[in-house]
């Protein structure tokens, strides 16, 4: 019997490989014969750089870059050499988490720092860039990132912009004359599970904005921004399309990813997958097991645990889903080819327990299941 583990994190209780290592526990106490192979998994969101340096024994290379504030902080980004991979949570500069809540200014928050984070993965020789969309604090349009890597951003006069997306209705002119000519030869993917456009009611600024601290007069100076931005774009750039799937994705980064640097766009688990080799570990499989630290219905929509089970499909295996929260509706799940879900934690346990014992409840859980396999 082969049998895939390919968990993402159990927020803020253990990361993928610690997962993956739990659940090895449980097969190997039950199934001691069983082929099991690990791999590490994530959406593009929060341990995303962990999930591929463990699963392609990268490293992680921490550099001095700007917050969404412009202060100086350490972040980190995955590099695995031998493919001259980088992988980037642009969260990791950009976040939300980065800024406490009394002190967040979505109007002036840029993604410079992300910018800054390739520009290092460039100086080590990175060709392949990976970079995962979540958590942002900010509504830029990508402008933040672009202007690191030498882009600039005009008013009438000519100055540059302030920093942040409200300062964008001013926008005249885009100069990409230096922007960083090594950009030309990489490849760069993006990994997010954001579906929203650049522009309009479901797009970065309405949906998005108030998440991030944004009042209503803030929404509409945002979005104004933003439309700025996409008709300067579009200009210099001969044709752009603001209403792409993802566009809105981190304030509009994904916009500027794949508009000014040539991106792919890809559901985050599918990209994560195809980096880490998920379809090769699947030959041959009889069993995956996947999971998180809740699973619910939204989990169709792009999660780490439905890209799996749509990856295990496509090999002809079968799929337990183990959970530290299973909601009730969840259930949808089992109508897109998955066998079981599994909750690892007892009903009324305190949270604080929960996350705290995480990983042995995890191995009873995976043992309970395979003793039914057995």
């Known amino acids: 019997m082969k049998i895939v583990l390919a968990p993402d994190s159990f927020k803020e209780s253990m990361s993928a490989s610690a997962a993956v290592d739990a659940m090895r526990a449980g097969v190997t106490a039950v199934l001691p014969a069983a082929e099991v192979v690990g791999v590490p998994m994530a959406d593009g969101g929060e341990g995303t750089v962990d999930a591929v340096v463990d699963a392609l024994h990268g490293r992680h290379i921490e550099v001095p870059v700007s917050d969404p504030l412009g202060r100086t902080i350490t972040a980190r980004y995955g590099y695995v050499p031998l493919r001259q991979l980088a992988v980037i949570e642009m969260a990791a500069a950009a976040g939300l988490e980065l800024v406490p809540p009394d002190q967040r200014d979505i109007l002036c928050a840029s993604t410079f720092g992300v910018g800054e984070l390739i520009l290092s993965a460039l100086d080590r020789g990175a060709e392949d860039f990976l970079i995962g969309l979540g958590g942002s604090a900010t509504n830029d349009g990508g402008t933040g990132m672009l202007t690191a890597l030498g882009a600039k951003f005009l008013d009438a006069d000519g100055e540059p912009l302030a920093p942040g997306g409200a300062d964008l209705v001013r926008l005249e002119r885009i100069d990409l004359t230096h922007l960083d000519p090594r950009l030309r030869d990489v490849r760069i993917r993006v990994a997010s599970d954001v579906t929203a456009p650049l522009l309009g009611g479901s797009g970065a600024s309405a949906v998005f904005g108030p998440?991030?601290?944004?009042?209503?007069?803030?929404?509409?100076?945002?979005?104004?921004?933003?439309?700025?931005?996409?008709?300067?774009?579009s200009a210099t750039l001969g044709g752009t399309q603001p209403q792409?799937?993802?566009?809105?994705?981190?304030?509009?980064?994904?916009?500027?990813?794949?508009?000014?640097?040539?991106?792919?766009?890809?559901?985050?688990?599918?990209?994560?997958?195809?980096?880490?080799?998920?379809?090769?570990?699947?030959?041959?499989?009889?069993?995956?097991?996947?999971?998180?630290?809740?699973?619910?219905?939204?989990?169709?929509?792009?999660k780490t645990p439905f890209g799996v089970a749509q990856a295990a499909a496509r090999a002809g295996a079968r799929v337990i889903i183990f959970a530290g929260r299973v909601v009730p509706d969840a259930a949808v799940l089992l109508d897109h080819g998955v066998d079981r879900l599994v909750a690892i934690t007892a009903e009324g346990t305190p949270i604080e327990q929960a996350l705290r014992d995480g990983a042995d409840s995890l191995t009873r859980a995976v043992a309970e299941v395979c003793r039914d396999l057995a």
């Open 244 to 302: 792409r799937a993802g566009a809105g994705a981190a304030g509009g980064l994904g916009f500027a990813l794949v508009e000014f640097l040539g991106a792919a766009s890809k559901p985050g688990a599918q990209e994560v997958a195809e980096t880490v080799g998920l379809a090769r570990a699947l030959l041959g499989a009889d069993w995956v097991f996947t999971g998180e630290g809740s699973v619910d219905a939204q989990t169709v929509m792009g």
């Open 211 to 233: 998440q991030k601290g944004a009042g209503p007069a803030d929404v509409t100076r945002l979005e104004s921004g933003l439309s700025r931005l996409a008709t300067v774009a």
